[in-house]
């Protein structure tokens, strides 16, 4: 057993329980931060888990991260903690840093945009433990998933990246390009330390190396809805880049 697994062994046997570390990267989440810390909150609460959220704030310019400390003092520092950073760095950079500080033995990782919603984690927990799975993801492509808010030409790009996606790469998971997932702490220290993607095609790599790495997957239906404040970071330049990350993994995987 490694130092790791070891230690989070630990963790899970002193508190009798699993504990849920959520890391929430943000930039100029400032309007959405307080409604997805409290939807958080509200639903450990009810079902009991034992958690904490590690906010990962990259140098907001518009006050993320005050509201974040403004949101720790009612909720406490053993339930908020803050990790942040001086700019923008990248997501898989994000969850390093935040994995360094998390006490937890399972990692859920989500937006802060509020595109997902907490009340769906009680059922990733449940999946996980139906089948002891390594990664629950949410899809939008299967069962009673969907997508909310977007207009027609959004849909056809989520959909058609996935389809392509999943012509291409056959990862073993319906919905590729998302990003709320539950993983075992282990698990995503692995592929962390093996992806060299970026930006939106770094969510994919994490699935195709799980399946390298024969890690089990589990699903679960989510209801994708568009932010609600601030605007969307999907844009032309990302369209590309996801297309030119798509064809490396599939000449390199």
Excluded at 95 to 107: D, E, P, T, V
């Amino acid at each position: 057993m490694s130092v790791v697994s070891r230690r989070d062994k630990i963790r899970k046997d002193e508190g009798g329980q699993d504990k849920y570390s959520v890391l929430l990267p943000t930039y100029n989440e400032r309007e959405n931060l307080p409604l997805i810390v409290w939807l958080l909150v509200k639903y450990f609460g009810e079902s009991g888990f034992n958690y904490e959220i590690i906010i990962i704030d990259d140098g907001s310019p518009d006050g993320t991260l005050e509201v974040a400390q403004q949101l720790q003092k009612i909720y406490g520092s053993d339930k908020i903690l803050l990790r942040p950073r001086e700019k923008k760095l990248g997501l898989g950079t994000a969850y390093i840093h935040g994995m360094q500080h998390a006490s937890g033995n399972f990692i859920i990782i989500m937006d802060a945009d509020l595109s997902h919603h907490p009340k769906f984690i009680p059922q990733f927990i449940g999946k996980q433990k139906e089948g002891n799975f390594d990664i629950v993801s949410g899809t939008r492509y299967i069962g009673n998933g969907g997508v909310y808010g977007w207009d027609l030409k959004r849909k056809l790009i989520s959909r058609g990246a996935n389809y392509l996606s999943q012509v291409l790469l056959r990862p073993g998971a319906s919905d590729l390009t998302g990003s709320f997932r539950l993983y075992k702490k282990e698990v995503l220290q692995k592929l962390v330390t093996h992806c060299v993607s970026k930006g939106y095609v770094f969510q994919m790599e994490m699935i195709v190396r799980a399946r390298q790495f024969k890690y089990t997957i589990g699903e679960v239906p989510i209801s994708f809805v568009d932010r609600v404040y601030g605007e969307s970071k999907l844009g032309g330049n990302e369209i590309v880049s996801f297309l030119k990350g798509l064809l490396t993994l599939f000449a390199t995987t």
